[in-house]
């Protein structure tokens, strides 16, 4: 992964993260503020709840005040008729005044003010009333040229008026009410307002009347309507600083949803860090077996015979190769690298696993790392894996390299047992490390490789160009078998063969290839 790459992952990583902790804090912030309107709403019906009732009650007060004033026996505006009305006015608290009037709407005596012929009544009119019912019921709302002079609720019938002060209909909130803003009582049937709070805007209320907002949460108006009259009532929310809001946010919500953010948020970056770091894809990589395996031949540097191949391995990750240099250190570190070799194992045996049951002479050399070699775990698993493939001991070779000594007491152990099983074991990249040499010496081994770098510098002046030649001549001593690694030139081919090298691998021969390319070149060189 280069740096680029490596910049827009992390960047992705916190965009991730980020919405992981937002998202679930963003939804307890929302649940909060609809439960804060939510409860607003509730609040705000139970006021127009008891603001319709009362609407209703001074309704029907005022109602039965007028039918009393219908049974009275006494002559209309005669002096017992006006004691009665006196007495009506007296006994119902919601009425303010009584009295009758004309065909012609003209005031003919009130309660307050006497018979026209005291003469204050005399020319006052009523208007056309404001509302009619199909029972002849009148109501004049906001009239104000009435005896006392302020405005009043007028309702009347068959020539007899009642009349109210409005205020009586909204007296059910009080003045420095917090829950409600405003009170309206409407006449549903003319679209009337017919009493407000004070300060409520009454062409404000009628407009969220018309338009008639469903009881919903986020609605700041409560519409409720009565059944049994033709009255509705229009609640409105007080008008909240942002502050006051604040205040009485259901604080518990929004930290649910920030406690959830943050878990979800820690638990993203874990499995996004595991999923996305090199060792994450590594880990994944063994769990989905994305390894595969190339094989580059091994020949006789005498007959330029195919003998075997060395088994390398590489990830396949998405649609390109990695190479094993890239990862089998982090997997050595990770402890994922013996999976890595069973892997490796169990692709050979499946590629060719028939090939060499059938021509025995050709065998597979798997590299090992430290960890292969502390126990005997793949030879456990080797041993009944090539069993049940038909494939001989022989031909299943082992490729270590020095790095891989460190707790040389266990791997002089698992070595020998190696070779025991019938496995040859070699010593790879040798001459590369300090103590070589010493190796050789202490460990029971079949062979060495001899490292490219000393087959690089074969033909040259430089001081290593004889390295080649002196480690063959050892090998010979000790009685050991020599693979000379990473041949490109024929003189160099020539130079280690004349030099007593029997075997070599490099590209002068063949780069590493797939099964199917490998069976076809072994097959090739058989027949040469
Ligand atoms: P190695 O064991 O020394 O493998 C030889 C490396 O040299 C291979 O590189 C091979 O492709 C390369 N090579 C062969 N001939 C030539 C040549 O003529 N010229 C040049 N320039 N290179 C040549 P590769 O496949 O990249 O492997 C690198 C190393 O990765 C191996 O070095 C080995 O140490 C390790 N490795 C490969 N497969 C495995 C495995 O299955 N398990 C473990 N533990 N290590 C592995
Ligand atoms: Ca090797
Ligand atoms: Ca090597």
């Known amino acids: 992964m280069n740096k680029i790459q490596r910049g827009a992952l992390a960047a992705l990583l916190i965009v991730i993260v980020v919405i992981a902790a937002l998202a679930p804090a963003g939804i307890g912030f929302l649940f909060a503020q609809r ?29 039965g005040a007028l039918g009393e004033i219908g049974k009275v026996a006494a002559a209309p505006c005669s002096p017992p008729y006006l004691k009665e009305l006196r007495r009506i006015a007296l006994t119902h608290e919601q009425v303010r005044d009584a009295g009758a009037y004309d065909h012609d709407g003209r005031w003919q005596c009130s309660s307050l003010l006497g018979a026209v012929s005291a003469g204050v009544l005399d020319g006052l009119t009523l208007p056309p009333p404001d509302w009619r019912s199909r029972d002849g019921v009148m109501a ?36 420095n009410d917090e829950v409600a803003s405003g009170v309206a009582i409407i006449n549903t049937d003319v679209s009337r307002v017919i009493a407000t709070t004070p300060a409520t805007d009454a062409n404000a209320i009628l407009a969220v009347y018309r338009t008639a907002p469903p009881v919903r949460d986020c609605s700041p108006y409560v519409v409720r309507r009565s059944v049994s009259m033709p009255l509705a009532v229009v609640v409105s929310a007080p008008h909240q600083t942002l502050h006051q809001r604040l205040r009485t946010l259901p604080w518990g919500w929004l930290l649910g949803g920030v406690v959830v953010g943050l878990v979800f948020a820690g638990w993203a970056a ?65 402890g994922l690298i013996q999976a890595i070799t069973d892997q490796v194992l169990d692709t050979i045996l499946l590629e060719l696993g028939e090939f060499l049951k059938r021509y025995p002479e050709y065998y597979v050399s798997v590299n090992l790392s430290a960890q292969d070699l502390t126990t005997r775990r793949f030879l456990d698993v080797l041993g009944p ?144």
């Open 385 to 528: 894996a090539i069993v049940r493939q038909g494939v001989r001991p022989a031909q299943i070779r082992i490729e270590a390299t020095e790095r891989s000594f460190l707790d040389a007491d266990a791997a002089k152990e698992v070595i020998s047992a190696f070779r025991d099983a019938g496995h040859a074991v070699y010593l790879d990249d040798f001459g590369t490390g300090y103590s070589s040499l010493s190796h050789l010496q202490n460990f029971r081994i079949d062979g060495l490789k001899i490292d490219k770098s000393f087959v690089d510098t074969v033909g040259q002046d430089a001081a290593s160009s004889s390295v080649a030649s002196h480690i063959i001549d050892m090998a010979a001593t000790l009685d050991v078998q020599v693979i000379a690694e990473g041949i490109e030139h024929e003189e160099q081919a020539a130079y280690l063969h004349a030099r007593g090298a029997q075997f070599g691998q490099g590209w002068l021969f063949s780069p590493p290839l797939s099964a199917a390319e490998f069976i076809r070149y072994a097959g090739r060189t058989r027949g040469a």
């Open 140 to 175: 004049w709302y906001g009239l104000s040229r009435l005896p006392g002079g302020k405005s009043s609720l007028v309702m009347g019938r068959n020539g007899f008026y009642v009349a109210a002060d409005p205020s009586l209909y909204v007296d059910t909130l009080d003045a």
């Open 270 to 334: 874990v499995f996004l860090v595991r999923r996305l770091s090199p060792r994450g894809q590594l880990s994944d990589a063994v769990r989905r077996h994305q390894f595969i395996v190339a094989y580059q031949p091994i020949v006789d540097l005498g007959t330029r015979r195919c003998v075997g191949a060395e088994a390398l391995v590489r990830w396949k990750y998405h649609d390109r190769i990695v190479r094993p240099d890239h990862f089998i250190p982090l997997a050595e570190h990770r």
């Open 35 to 63: 439960s804060q309107r939510h409860d607003e709403a509730e609040r705000l019906n139970t006021v127009a709840k008891a603001a319709l009732y009362r609407a209703e009650d001074v309704t029907r007060r005022l109602s």
